[in-house]
């Protein structure tokens, strides 16, 4: 998966990032400072994560981002691990079913990935679609939950 930046505030997790230099990183604002032990719990699930050895994170989150946006990965949340659903089975969960493409650009600004697992969510054909990580560390992220599709 290669290395991961995690950002929080003094209460929450705020951003899990797979490629820290690229556009998602804005998160750092002017004064940030870098202090591991501060988001020790959410580094240690997620390493537990890639071991295997845990399937639902519990750790605080505050993701930054519009009321729809929250609400979009409110829904991530509740796909269980090792299951995929769809742009229109979120949107359709929301009260919102025409509104798909709103939820896959909502998806696209997750700024918690894999936490907020939108590598879960795929295209309505069951095919493999965009991913901020890249398709290949959705593909893995994926295997490793144990799909069984991809």
Known sequence: MGE???????????GVYMNPHERFAEEMADGWRRDPAALSAAAEQL???FAGE???FTVPLAPRGTVFQ???WRALTTIPYGRTATYGEIARSLGRPNA????GMANNRNPISIVVPCHRVI??????VGYGGGI???EILLRLEGTGRF
């Not at 798909?100 to 939820?103: D, F, I, K």
């Not at 295209?123 to 493999?128: L, Q």
């Open 100 to 103: 798909s493409r709103a939820v």
């Open 4 to 14: 991961l930046l995690l950002i929080g505030d003094s209460e929450a997790l705020t």
């Open 123 to 128: 295209g309505a054909n069951g095919a493999m």
């Open 70 to 72: 929250r609400s979009v």
């Open 136 to 138: 290949s560390r959705k």
């Open 47 to 49: 390493g537990a994560y």
């Open 54 to 56: 845990l399937r639902e």
